[in-house]
Nanobody
């Protein structure tokens, strides 16, 4: 069974940092594109960042460029999202997801192209 488990969310003041983790089990995720997504209350899910199979490329949403960094540890089979200079508008439930259909990581970071999802972790940024 393929499982993605996010952790690392929490409450942080604006300007602070958090590091999210996504532990993947059941397959070697380096063979697939994998990404971070978020959904704020009352809003549609949006792509935050993705990384291609074998780390061949990375993309970021304009809203997080220069503040967030995606990375992977293939030994631990874990993906990370380092979030710095957090803003109140970053408040959302953050999800990691795998693209097992082969769409690949691209600038759209479309949630529709990712088919295997974790349960999410809440990130709340206070002013």
């Amino acid at each position: 069974e393929i499982q993605l488990v996010e952790s690392g969310g929490g409450l942080v003041e604006a300007g602070g940092s958090l590091r999210l983790s996504c532990a993947v089990s059941g397959l070697f995720f380096d063979d697939y594109a994998i990404g971070w997504f978020r959904q704020a209350p009352g809003k549609e899910p949006e792509g935050v960042s993705c990384i291609g199979a074998s780390d061949d490329d990375t993309y970021y949403a304009d809203s997080v460029k220069g503040r967030f960094a995606i990375s992977t540890d293939t030994i631990e089979n874990t993906m990370y999202l380092q979030m710095n200079s957090l803003k109140t508008e970053d408040t959302a439930v953050y999800y990691c997801a795998l693209d097992m259909s082969g769409h690949g990581c691209d600038a759209d970071i479309s949630p529709d192209e990712y088919d295997t999802w974790g349960q999410g972790t809440q990130v709340t940024v206070s002013s």
